[in-house]
């Protein structure tokens, strides 16, 4: 494994700040006078209230449009504000104990950006920065305002370099490199080595959603890669009753952790939120004792830990539903809001409490379709969780007596082997 020692307590609390911040969409968007990066550092306090380590932050680049067709790499998008806000906002989280990690979209530009301005109008060099042409340019995933970037030229990686650094340099953790997919691993191992021997504490997670996680952090060099296997995995098993596809890909998951610690999430800005995804509303407790009881870096979307509802939609303006605008904290929330927002506090801080479950292995002990026992362990460490989604009580028989940590309904006290939890419901014992 190459990540940092950090990152062994790292949880993240994630924002997409153009959103967030009420910048894109909008009819009038604000000027960098309206320093609306603030009103992100303003959140801190909820963060660190949370349980969080650390702040990730979608794309905050001068951007056209959603902040992923990039203009400039080295300048805040004047919507958010400039690179004063940013610094204050570093500085902020740093009184915290927050860390700060970035969003970098590497793999192509918007139709703004000046290299490819200048392609247009003939310039061979500027021409070799991008695939295809000269008047036909590659795009990603048909997207014609995403302009690909041609990773076989140096110039390129040189370019991505100097990115990485400059703002590592000024003080943020690490990348989320987006859609890193999509780029040939060796364009990363001509990057990440030069951004490491500057920066050897950077974390670098790559953005995978599908195909050999190991294989790829191998062969380009990330630290991680987000975990869209088992984030499926977690809410296809509770809404169809399959609890041996959560198994299956907690097996998977556990083979990943031979190599390196995946990014684990149950929401982020791509997706539909966890609170929408789910049927049944009494489940979204059970994905989040999942999350956090299993290994990897987990990492809450903003707004999750209120019980916020949304759903993409594959359309024009379909991600507007789970990027919201947040006002100024602290948001008015229902009750439900609240219960949620203290279910993870709680299980945050019984992950902080528990730092190995980081590199943590699974094992099931009882695996049926809608009731799963697992064992969480590494070395001498062990947690008992019981997940029960059928329609009454049930059951669990551990191997070694264990006392109740938590579960739904605020269970009593209780130390023995065997257990009755309700249903829907969970339970998390530790060794009596």
Avoid: C
């Avoid at 209230?49 to 203009?71: C, E, M, Q, V, W």
């Amino acid at each position: 494994m190459t990540e940092p020692d950090w990152v062994a307590h790292a949880i993240w609390w994630q924002v997409y700040p153009l959103g967030f911040v009420g910048a894109y969409p909008s009819e009038q968007p604000p000027g960098p006078a309206a320093h609306q990066l603030a009103r992100v550092t303003a959140w801190l306090d909820h963060a660190q209230a949370l349980g969080a380590s650390g702040i990730a932050l979608g794309p905050i680049f001068a951007s056209r449009s959603h902040g992923y067709d990039t203009t400039d790499h080295f300048r805040i998008d004047p919507r958010l504000g400039t690179d004063d806000d940013l610094d204050a906002l570093v500085a902020a989280a740093r009184e915290r104990g927050l860390r700060v990690l970035l969003d970098g979209v590497f793999n192509h530009v918007g139709t703004e950006f000046p290299r490819y301005r200048a392609a247009r109008e003939g310039d061979a060099a500027a021409r070799d920065w991008f695939l295809g042409g000269p008047d036909e340019f590659g795009t990603f995933e048909g997207h014609g305002d995403l302009i690909t970037l041609n990773h076989a030229n140096p110039a390129v990686a040189d370019y991505v370099t100097e990115v990485m650094t400059h703002w590592l340099d000024r003080g943020v953790h690490g990348w989320r490199l987006d859609a890193a997919y999509a780029v040939p691993p060796r364009f990363w191992t001509a990057v990440l080595p030069r951004v490491r021997a500057a920066h050897p504490e950077a974390w670098i997670v790559g953005e995978v959603i599908h195909g050999d996680y190991a294989g790829l952090v191998s062969a380009a060099g990330f630290d991680a890669v987000t975990q869209y296997e088992l984030w499926k995995a977690i809410w296809s098993s509770l809404n169809d009753g399959n609890f041996h596809e959560l198994d299956w890909a907690l097996r998977r998951h556990d083979e990943f952790l031979d190599s390196f610690v995946p990014q684990t999430f149950i929401g982020n800005h791509d997706v539909t939120r966890i609170a929408s995804r789910l049927t049944e509303p009494e489940h979204v407790a059970l994905a989040l004792v999942l999350l956090l009881t299993v290994g990897g870096v987990p990492t809450i979307y903003a707004g999750d830990e209120f019980a916020f509802r949304g759903i993409k939609e594959d359309r024009f303006g379909g991600d507007d539903a789970v990027r919201p605008e947040f006002g100024a904290p602290p948001l008015p929330v229902d009750e439900a809001g609240r219960q949620m927002f203290a279910l993870h506090q709680f299980l945050i801080g019984l992950r902080r409490r528990h730092p190995w479950l980081h590199t943590a292995r699974t094992e099931a002990l009882r695996l049926d379709n809608r009731r799963y026992l697992y064992r969480v362990h590494r070395g001498d460490d062990e947690l008992f969780v019981a997940l029960n989604i059928d329609d009454g009580p049930v059951g669990f028989g551990l191997p070694r007596p264990a006392r109740i940590l938590a579960g739904g309904g605020a269970p009593p006290p209780q130390v023995g082997t065997e257990f009755t939890v309700p249903a829907p419901g969970w339970l998390i014992l530790e060794p009596a």
